[in-house]
């Protein structure tokens, strides 16, 4: 439609028409054949008021959906198409790893591919805009959402969130492979105080811009049609709520002009805040900060079409919100074709195709984090294997957030193994080991109930050890239940459940050639664990090919090259932690005095394996780091140079880190920050010169003058493949002339 038709179209809408299109009801709201029958009647919404609703979220298969438009389209008077949102976070019908998984491939290629199949896949099946990227910066593993971040570094994050609104939106939304992406949770959702769900933050405007801004920003320089609020307070004010964020940062600095969603009922909430008095006052304030549409809640429903006729929302507003949700549906090509190239027919031919599984396998291999392997005990060598643990027969390897995937269509580790032993040269046995999940906390996930619980772990742990005496080396599946990550999932302690811990310390007894597959959705506090098995390999919450990928490394077939994006830490109380913060004015300095700096009296102040870390199959040397000058003007650049060695016997690949570090600032500035990194892949004795460049934009931080901006002094320039690298190299950026 053209822009002049979309302006009349609007224009000619009554106010009821225009308040509908704000309003985005559940998919739960419809039964299967939602069209004839409708409503779940606790939710007290007619048939009409779900048809006017200008979208529906959390439901998806096009036929249901193309009935639901169909007669949504017959109900409105202006017949304008519905549209559908879901959580399309890793994967639609194909589950690829979840998101903190896909930040330690470091490669935002290979997610932005991800995200262009997860399109592809919802489209097909009727969806029109995905709530992802989250771009939601994470320091706390004790908050269950880290699952759905890329972790603790704004440069990283920022690639990654750009990377997924590509991938998501391509060059033309109008194409049916494509949905539109959303932005979220604005803004600084990831620092709620003590990693509690929901809770308030507290963050400076310095450290707010510093790290929290800079990968909601990404995400919108990339294009992103939609940005969601968050359900925090930020500076004593809702997001919701919150005119600052909303007004002066999304709209005004970054110059957003798409359409901004609340989080769910999170305008309803700003009554429980204690920010408004009632659902009225609730739709009020949204609508005067700037929230478009109100997601399931129904303040908008409630008191908009009334604010609007007494005059409290000036029609100015209502319109302005109404113009940009037209405008996304147009820029979606609805108008034209309300189903965008839905059908069951494309459906069947792009959901789960080979070549989509093929590619969450090669991501899920290039997710994999070897944080240890003594004796080189990985890849496996052929012999007797046990493998045992909870996580061997679980086929449910999805994580919180993949609504649409299916359980069953994932092959468990025990199945992809039992695939390749023969060729691996393995002789293997299998066994359970353990229930998941403690009993208690069976309970309070609602999982399931077993009064025999403590009989049958005690059998099946005795079944494990019995195995772990037979096998030259054991591998042990070992994680979180997938509800302990994700939302409304934080937790205090960052252990496996006992029952598991029980299950390690058993078969270590018997036989310390033990290998731990780690599943989770945030780095845990390891323990002993990590000193007793021989190697550690965290495999996050892999999804569809979980099991094959796994054993493509198991195998040696691929060299892991995965990097933690979240410190591990070494205690639950060293959360939050980054390794990009601010020095204290008494660091702890390595080899200095340690009485009266900052530091733990019980604990290390580092992580047990910091941001950037990751080991391979294969050995590499980085040497002759250089700088092609000592000194540069704020036009100039600097060239890095090192060389990078593959010194082992196998092919790998290393992430080469660039880190910089401002040594003096108007404000505060981190003691190291990553600007850049390559991921090299080299056969054995292969050697490469990596180079970086050195922009001066690279230098601009938020400066006491309030604008981001470089400052003339020394700079630390530190190349790595973790972020614990020490040595560095210097130069000064100078005034011009
Ligand atoms: C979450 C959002 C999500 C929305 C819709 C909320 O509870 O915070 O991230 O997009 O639900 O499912």
């Known amino acids: 439609m053209k822009d002049q038709d979309l302006e009349a179209l609007l224009q000619d809408l009554s106010v009821e028409e225009k308040v509908y299109q704000l309003i985005q009801y559940q998919g739960a709201n419809y039964s299967d054949d939602a069209v004839l029958t409708g409503l779940l009647d606790q939710n007290h919404i007619t048939p009409h008021e779900l048809g006017m609703a200008g979208s ?208 769910y009922c999170a305008v309803n909430e700003m009554v429980s805040h204690g920010l408004c008095e009632d659902l009225r006052d609730a739709a009020r304030v949204a609508m005067e900060n700037g929230v478009d549409i109100d997601m399931e809640g129904r303040s908008y429903a409630a008191a908009l079409i009334g604010l609007v006729e007494d005059g409290t929302i000036p029609m100015a507003r209502l319109d302005e919100a109404v113009r940009r949700v037209l405008k996304l549906k147009n820029a979606l090509g609805l108008f034209e074709d309300p189903y965008h190239g839905a059908s069951e027919t494309q459906a069947k031919a792009v959901v789960r195709t080979e070549e989509h599984r093929a590619l969450a396998r090669r991501a899920v291999t290039q997710s994999l984090v070897l944080l240890k392997n003594d004796d ?132 270590a007894a018997e036989n310390p050639r033990i290998a731990v597959l780690l599943f989770s959705g945030r780095p845990l506090v390891l323990g002993e664990m990590a000193e007793q098995a021989k190697a550690v390999l965290a495999c996050w919450m892999p999804g569809t090919e979980g099991g094959d990928g796994i054993v493509d490394v198991l195998s040696g077939s691929v060299s892991p090259s995965g990097k933690v994006t979240m410190a591990f830490p070494f205690a639950e109380g060293q959360e939050p932690m980054c390794y990009n913060g601010y020095s204290t004015g008494r660091p702890q300095v390595p080899g200095g005095p340690s009485e009266y700096t900052s530091r733990y009296l019980d604990c290390p102040n580092a992580p047990r394996y910091p941001f950037g870390y990751g080991l391979s199959y294969t050995t590499f040397t980085l040497s002759e780091v250089s700088l092609s000058a000592k000194q540069m003007t704020k036009k100039e650049m600097i060239t890095v140079h090192a060389k990078l060695e593959n010194t082992g016997t196998v092919a790998g690949t290393e992430v080469v880190q660039l880190y910089l570090q401002d040594l003096v600032g108007s404000r505060v500035r981190p003691v190291k920050a990553l600007k850049g990194f390559q991921k090299v892949s080299l056969q054995p004795g292969e050697r490469v010169d990596v180079q970086f460049t050195i922009t001066e934009e690279m230098l601009r931080f938020y400066t006491a003058r309030n604008r981001f901006e470089s400052e003339p002094g020394v700079f630390r320039v530190y190349v790595g493949t973790d972020s614990s690298v020490e040595e560095y190299l210097e130069f000064r950026l100078v005034e011009e002339g």
């Not at 519905?82 to 690829?96: A, K, P, S």
């Not at 005690?458 to 990550?485: K, M, N, P």
């Open 56 to 263: 529906t979220l959390c439901i998806w298969g096009a036929d249901k959906l193309k009935k639901i438009q169909d007669a949504a389209m017959a109900i409105q008077p202006h017949h304008i198409p519905m549209l559908f949102m879901l959580d399309v976070i890793h994967g639609h019908r194909t589950v690829f790893p979840c998101p903190l998984a896909l930040g330690a491939t470091f490669s935002p290629e290979l997610v932005e591919e991800c995200a262009a199949v997860a399109a592809r896949e919802a489209a097909a099946e009727g969806i029109h805009v995905t709530f992802a990227p989250m771009a939601d910066l994470v320091r706390d593993a004790r908050w269950g959402r880290c699952m759905e971040s890329t972790g603790e570094d704004p440069y990283l994050n920022g690639r990654m969130a750009a990377a997924m609104v590509r991938g998501f939106q391509g060059d033309d939304l109008r194409n049916p492979d494509h949905i539109a992406a959303c932005v979220k949770h604005f803004a600084g959702y990831g620092a709620a105080v003590a990693g509690m769900d929901y809770q308030n933050v507290e963050l400076s405007e310095h450290t707010l811009r510093e790290y929290y801004l800079p990968a909601y920003q990404a995400g919108i320089e990339a294009g992103a049609k939609m940005v969601m609020t968050g359900f925090h307070t930020y500076n004593g004010l809702p997001c919701t709520g919150n005119a600052w964020l909303m007004r002066d940062i999304l709209r005004g600095e970054m110059g957003f002009d798409g359409v901004l969603i609340s989080d």
């Open 376 to 507: 080189a005990i990985l890849p496996l060598r052929p012999g007797k294997i046990a493998f045992i643990g909870p996580y061997l027969e679980d086929a449910d390897l999805r994580s919180a957030w993949s609504f649409s995937g299916e359980a069953a269509d994932n092959r468990s580790v025990r199945a992809a193994v039992k695939a390749q032993a023969v060729r691996a040269g393995w002789e293997v046995r299998f066994s359970q080991g353990s229930t998941l999940l403690d009993n208690g906390t069976r309970h309070a996930l609602g999982v399931y109930r077993n009064d025999d619980f403590l009989l049958e772990n005690q059998r099946l742990c005795a079944e494990a050890v019995e195995l772990a005496r037979w096998a030259d080396t054991v591998v042990l599946c070992l994680g979180e239940h997938r509800l302990q990550t994700g939302e409304a999932a934080s937790r205090v302690w960052l252990r496996l459940p006992e029952v598991q811990q029980k299950l390690f310390s058993a078969v």
